[in-house]
Structure formats: structure tokens, C-alpha cells
């Protein structure tokens, strides 16, 4: 495993409620990532970093806001969880291969807004 | 923008049988992965495939690039129950350093 750990697994959450998902790498790798994924998309990049405190933003980022101050942690927050927002979200890094490079995904975490 | 389409979406297959799953891209893009996916679990890198004509095959699993075409295809051979799962290409954005991804082949091998 490349050292890639995301917490909670689970969560429930009231619509309105601000929400803070944890991505955490053990291996200093620069890029850090966060997708969402439903039924019939794939994965969607949501947000993206490249560095301490350098962020961009992805595909569907409207409503979700990121973070990171130390290279281990990306944090993703929804500011006000809505409906829409239930998915699975998977932090995925980015990590060398053989002279390229590829990516290494958290274990998901599962979100429900009720 | 770029743009992944993955087909079939689904795929019921017997065991013993052959198949392709074939994914197109709509931009210019060197780099092409295969991920597994089974329920409930994170993604499992199968392929990385970095150049035209490039062919990567691990077990019953063959993954092809013809950047020209912008196709990518992943062909099984003789499946297996095992091998049930969902299938997602993805192709590297350089805009972003990162992927855009297929909707996913959910393929079920039967017996």
C-alpha cells in the first residue's frame, strides 16, 4: 500500500451541516487529489493540490473547498453539505513509476446527506 | 475539453468467452490507465500505457493504446468468474496532472 489513508469512512450528515473529509499520505508526495464518484460518471476531480497550500480547482469543485497546510493532509470540506453532494469520495495521489508516474487511491469515503 | 467515453457500460459475459472493452478520448493524450474496481472498494491500477502501439497483458488481461486513433482497448481472454468486476479506463489531463476517467464497463462473468 502507498501509504494513503482517508477518514471517516462513513458519514451521515444533515443537509445545511459543513463537512470535513481527511486525506492523509505518509510518503511526501507532491500531488494530492479528490474525486467524487456516482453511478454512470466514473470519477470526477473535484479539487486538486500541488504543493502546501497550492490548489486548483477540478472538474465539478462548486460547493467544496480544500485545503492543505502540511504536505500529508488534503482536506476537503463541504461548506454546507446538500443533497447532490451524497456520493463516494476517493483522495487519490500521485506517485512515481518506473521513470513515469501513476496513482495510488484511498479507500473511499462514503457520504450521505439527509 | 477532454473527453472519455467507455463502451459497453455493461457487459454479461459467460465464462470461457472472449471480450473487448473499448475506450475513446476525444483530445491528445499520451497516457492511458486501467483501473479494477470491485463493490465497495477502491480502485486497483491495472495498466499504465504510455505510447502508441503500446501493450501491456497481465493474466487473462490485455490492455492496447493506438494514440492516433485515441483508443484504448482492454481485451479479455477465456473470462473468469473472478474476473467480475468494474472496469474504468482514464486518460492524463496535462492541463491538471491528473486523469478524466470513463463512466466504467461493469462486466459480470457467469458460469
Known amino acids: 500500500d502507498a501509504g494513503i489513508t482517508q477518514s471517516p469512512r462513513h458519514k451521515v450528515t444533515e443537509t445545511g451541516t459543513p463537512v470535513t473529509l481527511r486525506c492523509h499520505q505518509t510518503?511526501?508526495?507532491?500531488?494530492m487529489y479528490w474525486y467524487r464518484q456516482d453511478p454512470g460518471h466514473g470519477l470526477r476531480l473535484i479539487h486538486y493540490s500541488y504543493g502546501v497550500k497550492d490548489t486548483d480547482k477540478g472538474e465539478v469543485s462548486d460547493g467544496y473547498s480544500v485545503s492543505r497546510s502540511k504536505t500529508e493532509d488534503f482536506l476537503l470540506t463541504l461548506e454546507s453539505a446538500t443533497s447532490s453532494q451524497t456520493s463516494v469520495y476517493f483522495c487519490?495521489?500521485?506517485?512515481?513509476?518506473?521513470?513515469?508516474?501513476?496513482?495510488?487511491f484511498g479507500s473511499g469515503t462514503r457520504l450521505t446527506v439527509v | 475539453e477532454l473527453k472519455v467515453e467507455q463502451n459497453p457500460l455493461f457487459l454479461s459475459m459467460q465464462e470461457g468467452k472472449n471480450y473487448t472493452i473499448y475506450c475513446n478520448y476525444s483530445t491528445t493524450s499520451d497516457r492511458l490507465y486501467w483501473y479494477r474496481q470491485d463493490p465497495g472498494k477502491s480502485l486497483e491500477s491495472l495498466f499504465v500505457?504510455?505510447?502508441?502501439?503500446a501493450v501491456k497483458q497481465e493474466g487473462r488481461l490485455m490492455a492496447s493504446l493506438d494514440t492516433k486513433a485515441r483508443l484504448s482497448t482492454l481485451h479479455i481472454t477465456a473470462a473468469v468468474h473472478d474476473l467480475s468486476a468494474t472496469y474504468f479506463c482514464?486518460?492524463?489531463?496535462?492541463?491538471?496532472?491528473?486523469?478524466?476517467f470513463g463512466a466504467g464497463t461493469r462486466l459480470t462473468v457467469k458460469p
Open positions: 510518503e511526501n508526495h507532491r500531488y
Open positions: 482514464a486518460v492524463g489531463d496535462y492541463n491538471n496532472n491528473d486523469m478524466r
Open positions: 487519490a495521489i500521485c506517485i512515481s513509476l518506473s521513470g513515469d508516474y501513476g496513482y495510488t
Open positions: 500505457l504510455l505510447s502508441n502501439g
